[in-house]
């Protein structure tokens, strides 16, 4: 059985490759209370004094009760703060919640698989041996995958660049420290059960958040900031879910020049969606009602 870690890695020279089966034989098994299970490929938890505290980001398969089909995803969910002891961290009875998830419309069944290749590529193929979905990222040089602190899994190379990222790859969650740039889309799932698209979508365009309801045309039901800015630059738009606010950043602030004999600032043009301070994790899902709704 594999003990998950953050950070994980491949010997590209050898050709090797990192691959796990969706079974509670290679993965551990972590059972809820709200009968969801999931099984960790990799595992962040904050540790404090030897003892594991506060939330925990994973990357691995989850499925929700009854259990008939699984998603390779990206998970919070709280654990338990035991003591170390060179098994996975103890996870609580509050089920996980997924914030990022692969080929949301295809899940896959037990004995599927997940493989880092040894060319670069991650690969996720139902039991029956049919692809599902890729990173696409084959013929790159990759080092290995982690999960970060922020819950942004991450492929990298030698240098510990990025290759892929899940952060540029939203589904319908933001945890803090992600972003929307222009042109990326948050997309509601079906049901809390059900994680096929709906109808509902919030994305980023030049001079703020939209949220539609997809028809033809798409129909405008939410945008913000109320009052639309003049914008003069072509920087892209990006809105950042921080702890306390959703910035939108119309325009990006510039380092200060001199000109004659004063110094010029600029700082943008940047709105705050204002939100609730928390000492907690927070995430933020767009449900399927089309309300963009934050948790912690």
Same mark, same amino acid.
């Given at each position: 059985?594999?003990?998950?870690?953050?950070? *994980?890695?491949?010997?590209?020279?050898?050709?090797?490759?990192?691959?796990?089966?969706?079974?509670?034989?290679?993965? /551990?098994?972590?059972?809820?209370?709200?009968?969801?299970?999931?099984?960790?490929?990799?595992?962040?938890?904050? #540790?404090?004094g030897?003892?594991?505290?506060?939330? =925990?980001?994973?990357?691995?398969?989850?499925?929700?009760?009854?259990?008939? &089909?699984f998603? &390779?995803?990206?998970?919070?969910?709280?654990?338990?703060?035991?003591?170390?002891?060179?098994?996975?961290?103890?996870?609580? =009875?509050?089920?996980?919640?997924?914030?990022?998830?692969?080929?949301?419309?295809?899940?896959?069944?037990?004995?599927?698989?997940?493989?880092?290749?040894?060319?670069?590529?991650?690969?996720?193929r139902?039991?029956?041996?049919?692809?599902?979905?890729?990173?696409?990222? /084959?013929? @790159? =040089?990759?080092?290995?995958?982690?999960?970060?602190?922020?819950?942004?899994?991450?492929?990298?190379?030698? @240098?510990?660049?990025?290759?892929?990222?899940?952060?540029?790859?939203?589904?319908d969650?933001?945890?803090?420290?992600?972003?929307?740039?222009?042109?990326?889309? *948050?997309?509601?799932?079906?049901?809390?059960?059900?994680?096929t698209?709906?109808?509902?979508?919030?994305?980023?365009?030049?001079?703020?958040? !939209?949220? !539609?309801?997809?028809?033809?045309?798409?129909? *405008? !039901?939410?945008?913000?900031?109320?009052?639309?800015?003049?914008?003069?630059?072509?920087?892209?738009? @990006?809105?950042?879910?921080?702890?306390?606010?959703?910035?939108?950043? +119309?325009?990006?602030?510039? @380092?200060? !020049?001199?000109?004659?004999?004063?110094?010029?600032?600029?700082?943008?043009?940047?709105?705050?969606?204002?939100l609730?301070?928390?000492?907690?994790?927070?995430?933020? #899902? +767009?449900?399927s009602?089309?309300?963009?709704? *934050?948790?912690?």
């Open positions: 059985m594999t003990t998950p870690d953050a950070r *994980l890695g491949i010997n590209n020279n050898a050709s090797l490759a990192t691959r796990w089966i969706n079974n509670n034989v290679s993965l /551990s098994d972590n059972k809820y209370a709200d009968g969801t299970t999931v099984r960790p490929i990799v595992l962040r938890s904050t #540790r404090v030897g003892r594991f505290q506060g939330w =925990s980001f994973g990357a691995g398969f989850f499925c929700a009760s009854p259990c008939d &089909f998603v &390779f995803s990206v998970f919070i969910a709280t654990n338990g703060g035991a003591y170390e002891n060179g098994e996975s961290p103890p996870l609580t =009875s509050s089920g996980p919640q997924v914030v990022w998830s692969a080929s949301r419309a295809s899940p896959v069944r037990e004995n599927a698989t997940i493989e880092l290749t040894g060319h670069g590529h991650l690969v996720l139902d039991a029956d041996g049919r692809t599902v979905w890729s990173s696409g990222t /084959s013929g @790159k =040089s990759v080092a290995g995958m982690e999960i970060t602190k922020h819950g942004n899994l991450v492929m990298f190379d030698q @240098k510990n660049a990025i290759v892929w990222q899940s952060f540029d790859h939203p589904t969650s933001l945890v803090p420290g992600q972003s929307l740039t222009e042109g990326m889309r *948050l997309t509601a799932n079906t049901s809390a059960t059900n994680s698209e709906n109808q509902f979508y919030v994305t980023v365009l030049r001079d703020g958040l !939209y949220g !539609y309801v997809e028809s033809t045309p798409p129909q *405008l !039901y939410f945008s913000y900031p109320p009052v639309k800015s003049n914008k003069t630059v072509t920087d892209p738009t @990006k809105v950042t879910f921080q702890n306390g606010n959703l910035s939108i950043i +119309l325009e990006s602030p510039k @380092k200060p !020049y001199h000109d004659s004999q004063i110094t010029v600032f600029y700082y943008g043009i940047v709105d705050y969606l204002m609730p301070l928390s000492q907690f994790s927070q995430y933020m #899902r +767009l449900e009602d089309g309300h963009l709704r *934050l948790y912690q």
